[in-house]
């Protein structure tokens, strides 16, 4: 499981001493040893002739070689799944695979769009199980009991701690019971997966929170007359609308990601629909997997190019 | 009054938490120590007696400590070279976004990307045989088995070490490395005596969060390995839909028990570890 939102936490964090950081970092850097050698004409520490390398940071071969290695290893999957794709029976080049995605019938294409559809489902509940549930409570509770924020600390780490294969055990008598009230639906998994996205949704609110000095805000609504609602709603929502924003993105990749839970329940997601469909048409699950990937990542640069200019300039 | 209205606000998603969570791990949990007919009992943790459950545990064991080791080394080494760019650059960006979309890549969608590529029909095999004149399963086909895996998780946990170490290693003050070279260090003292064990907090709970990220992973495993459970998760599966009658949600809840204990062990490292490094760096 992922932690999108430590990114998201540590951009806060930089938005706001990043830029004078910066500059304070090149001079002492690049000046004041130098200088101090040119003084007193010692080799101590490095040649007079270059420049003194901060010994945190990188040197260029190595942060170039590094990354490209990093870059190569996480493409090489990718280019993998691409090859597939345009590869024949034969072993020649084909694009046969991809023209059956035009084709749009065929028993597994169905398999694939009830999943997607379900999936889709699934993500609006999710989504509004958080933005009207949990964001709220906690943000009540970073403003009105300021105690519990360690005890939530800890408590937010359990639904990373306990394995999805094992809260299934659990969760299946206690969605049966949901299901007796208002039938077998699809969408109660979202309660479940709600409970998944818990910890990275803590995560990313929390540390918005902290920097914002929510509990000054709230007095200063209350005593203009604002109710919770208002000041839930008016200043205190659109202040951490960022991290919200990213909650809902991580949410989001998580709800369209999860296998255990929906394929121990039996019922029909994005996921596992792509099991079933590989076990007769294995192309377009490889080509549906490539679709889903590249448009989570370029929704993600998107947002993390769109974050940055906003973000220095409030 | 104000107290009862708050905690009144509070109170749906408490319900919510405790229904859809507390509710499910304590029936987990109970599930483990009663016997077909509602008594207590603890005949269920026979099940670990049998063969394979062991196995499952040790190949869980030595593959979550092996990819978290690689994943955390690997990992903070690349967070190492994003220091040298540009907190706002394109680089760092593009990183940032295929970190986090990889470490939430793990299931299904990862196994196929392994196999497209590593299969017997993947890309790199077939270069491998056909233009290095190497078979990489001369010696059998490894791939659907737990050795298998240690690419595929490798592959989602060095990403998740990236987005939770950068964040303390960019914290560093940089002073620091400042600090030692006015003294005359060098680069190696500098790393052996304040960098590295003023990381080693952050780095201690992101390779334990990894170990937990790989030890409940469940999904890649699911569909990669297709002979057997010979990882636990795959096992707690195996007694959830066993229809042999062996009293299988008492056998699931003892192997989820089993699984718990390890996961308390980790967390409760997760919390020390945690301590000591908010107190170095904050």
């Given at each position: 499981m992922a932690l999108l939102n430590y990114s998201v936490a540590i951009d806060v964090l930089e938005a706001d001493s990043g830029a004078d950081f910066e500059s304070e970092r090149s001079s002492v850097a690049a000046n004041r040893p130098l200088e101090r050698h040119r003084h007193r004409g010692t080799n101590a520490v490095c040649g007079p002739r270059s420049v003194w390398q901060p010994y945190d940071r990188p040197g260029s071969v190595s942060k170039t070689g590094i990354l490209l290695g990093f870059s190569l290893f996480l493409l090489l999957p990718i280019a993998g799944m691409l090859y597939f794709t345009f590869r024949s029976a034969t072993g020649g080049f084909t694009v046969d695979h991809w023209l059956a995605l035009l084709d749009a019938s065929g028993f597994s294409f169905m398999t694939l769009s009830e999943g997607l559809l379900n999936s889709l489902m699934l993500v609006a509940v999710t989504l509004a199980i958080e933005l009207m549930l949990v964001i709220p409570a906690f943000v009540l509770i970073s403003v009105r009991f300021p105690r519990l924020n360690r005890a939530m600390g800890v408590i937010m780490l359990l639904p990373i701690a306990i394995p999805a294969i094992i809260l299934v055990v659990g969760l299946a008598p206690a969605l049966a019971f949901f299901a007796d009230i208002v039938g077998p639906n699809t969408w109660t998994l979202a309660l479940a997966y709600g409970i998944l996205a818990l910890p990275f949704v803590y995560t990313t609110i929390s540390s918005d929170l902290r920097g914002l000095d929510c509990r000054t805000l709230a007095q200063a609504a209350e005593s203009l007359g604002a109710g919770w609602l208002r000041t839930l709603t008016d200043i205190l929502l659109p202040c951490i609308r960022r991290s919200i924003i990213s909650s809902m993105l991580i949410t989001t990749a998580i709800v369209l990601g999860e296998f255990t839970i929906a394929s121990l329940l039996n019922r029909t997601t994005l996921q596992t629909a792509l099991i079933s469909i590989s076990k007769t048409d294995v192309y377009l699950s490889v080509i549906v997997t490539l679709i889903v990937l590249l448009c989570t990542l370029v929704t993600l640069f998107i947002m993390a190019t769109g974050n940055r200019p906003s973000r220095k300039e409030s | 009054m104000r107290q009862v209205s708050n905690a009144l606000k509070l109170s749906p998603f408490v319900v919510y938490v405790l229904l859809m969570f507390a509710l499910p791990a304590a029936l987990v949990v109970v599930s483990a120590f009663r016997d077909g007919s509602g008594g207590w009992t603890l005949?269920?943790?026979?099940?670990?007696?049998?063969?394979g459950v062991g196995a499952a545990f040790g190949n869980s064991l030595w593959l979550s400590a092996l990819t978290a080791a690689v994943g955390a080394v690997l990992g903070a080494l690349v967070c190492y070279a994003l220091l040298?760019?540009?907190?706002?650059?394109v680089v760092h960006r593009l990183v940032d976004a295929a970190s986090s979309t990889l470490s939430q890549f793990g299931g299904v969608m990862l196994a196929f990307a392994f196999i497209a590529t590593?299969?017997?029909?993947?890309m790199v095999t077939l270069f491998l045989r056909e233009v290095?004149?190497?078979?990489?399963?001369?010696?059998?086909?490894?791939?659907?088995t737990p050795v298998g895996l240690v690419l595929p998780y490798i592959f989602f946990q060095m990403p998740l070490m990236i987005v939770t170490f950068y964040p303390a290693m960019a914290r560093l003050p940089r002073q620091l490395s400042e600090a030692v070279a006015m003294l005359g260090g060098g680069a190696g003292h500098f790393w052996r005596h304040v960098g590295l064990p003023m990381l080693m907090p952050s780095f201690m709970s992101g390779f334990l969060l990894l170990f937990a990220n790989a030890f409940s992973a469940y999904a890649t495993a699911a569909a990669l390995?297709?002979?057997?459970?010979?990882i636990a998760p795959l096992q707690v599966r195996a007694a959830l839909i066993s229809e042999t009658g062996l009293g299988s949600e008492g056998a699931s809840g003892a192997l989820a028990v089993g699984m718990l204990a390890i996961m308390a062990i980790v967390v409760g490292l997760y919390a020390l570890v945690e301590r000591k490094s908010s107190s170095w760096l904050c």
């Open positions: - | 005949a269920n943790f026979n099940i670990f007696h049998r063969p040298g760019y540009r907190e706002d650059g590593l299969g017997n029909q993947g290095m004149r190497i078979d990489i399963y001369a010696h059998g086909m490894w791939l659907y390995i297709s002979q057997g459970s010979q």
